[in-house]
């Protein structure tokens, strides 16, 4: 039902522009009145579909599992399962190749609300040190409260001013932020709403991915517009994934570049991934105490699948 009371407080917060959709203060005393995760709450979302949320979710897990943390992921998009499916691939990988490899527990939500989103936070995630969220290229109930409950934000962006529309709308000719997008509107006032309920700040890191050396100069000037908007949404500006191929087609594997190591066949290679997502934790500055990983040498007894080594080899390969 309509409570103008709320509407006004929306108004007010969002510069006068209504807000739409479930009200924030209504999506954090929902949160509020729900026992609290553990872990640190990650959540990846951006109303944009397609930048990368899946992509920097999945790396993210398996950097911090590979640092002796434990994860649990929720992936809230069930008609894509981007994110849970890179990670079936990864333990089917890791049965063919007689592997063990760093593994998050996750789930899907398979009904989108905020009161089976804490089941399975609960569920898989009652000892997790973080709850990773992946969140669906939309604004919804669930979204609103998995952003609500994140203790960190992130927020990938594609460098193109269309993608950054949706953060804040810009002067042309100054690069400067005008007012709040739609998106940016929104997680400001959850942002707000979270500490005003006493649930204390969150930190917001706007992440740049698929970035391509070769388009400099533009970057440049996109990075003078996310400067302006990081000092009006008070968020963190990082450095996120460059533009590889490799990203893509590990998809398949579930594999990261990370995971090279663990596979005794392949450790030799090196890899132009760089250390990029290993700088972006660093980056957000998440604080864990790293712990050393270790695998179970019992899962490396048996045959190996010949023909997964020479097909991830065939990928990986020609990355070199
Ligand atoms: N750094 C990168 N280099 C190359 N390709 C990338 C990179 N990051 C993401 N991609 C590719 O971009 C596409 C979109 O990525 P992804 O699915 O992670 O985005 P998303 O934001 O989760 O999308 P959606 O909103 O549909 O959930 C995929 O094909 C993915 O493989
Ligand atoms: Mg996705």
């Known amino acids: ?7 006004g407080m929306s108004a007010s917060l969002s510069g006068g522009k209504p807000i739409e959709g479930e009200h924030p203060a209504v999506v954090m005393r929902d949160i509020a009145a729900r026992p609290r995760p553990g872990g640190h709450v990650m959540t990846f979302a951006n109303e944009k579909g397609g930048v990368g949320k899946s992509t920097l979710a999945f790396h993210c897990a398996i950097a911090l599992a590979e640092a002796g943390q434990s994860v649990a992921v929720i992936d809230l998009d069930r008609r894509q399962q981007s994110l849970a499916t890179a990670l079936t691939n990864r333990q089917g990988t890791a049965r063919n190749l007689k592997v063990d490899l760093p593994m998050p527990r996750f789930a899907v939500l398979d009904k989108p609300c905020g009161a089976q989103l804490s089941q399975e936070i609960a569920r898989i995630g009652q000892r997790a040190d973080f709850v990773i969220i992946d969140a669906p290229g939309q604004d919804s109930p669930v979204v609103r409260r998995a952003i609500g409950m994140a203790d960190t934000l992130v927020t990938p962006v594609n460098c193109s001013y269309v993608d950054l529309d949706i953060l804040g709308r810009l002067d042309p000719a100054t690069l400067k932020m005008r007012a709040p997008g739609q998106f940016g509107g929104m997680v400001e006032q959850l942002r707000a709403e ?8 969150s930190n917001w890191a706007v992440v740049r991915n698929r970035s391509r050396p070769v388009e400099r100069r ?11 908007m990081a000092q009006r ?22 594999l990261t570049h990370m995971d ?7 450790a030799r290679k090196n890899y132009r991934t760089g250390n990029e997502i290993e700088r972006l934790i660093e980056q957000i500055d998440l604080e864990f105490e790293p712990r050393p ?5 019992a899962l490396r007894r048996g045959r190996i699948s010949e023909k997964a080594v020479q097909a991830f080899d065939a990928i990986i390969g020609s990355y070199a």
């Open 260 to 266: 090279i190591r663990h596979i005794p066949r392949l």
């Open 218 to 228: 533009h970057h440049s000037r996109v990075d003078r517009a996310l400067e302006s």
């Open 1 to 7: 039902m309509w409570n103008p009371a709320l509407d």
């Open 293 to 297: 990983w270790c695998a179970d040498p």
């Open 233 to 254: 949404l008070e968020f963190q500006l990082c450095d996120g994934l460059q533009e590889r191929v490799v990203y893509r087609e590990l998809f398949l594997f579930g």
């Open 194 to 201: 979270r500490e005003a309920c006493g649930m204390g700040s």
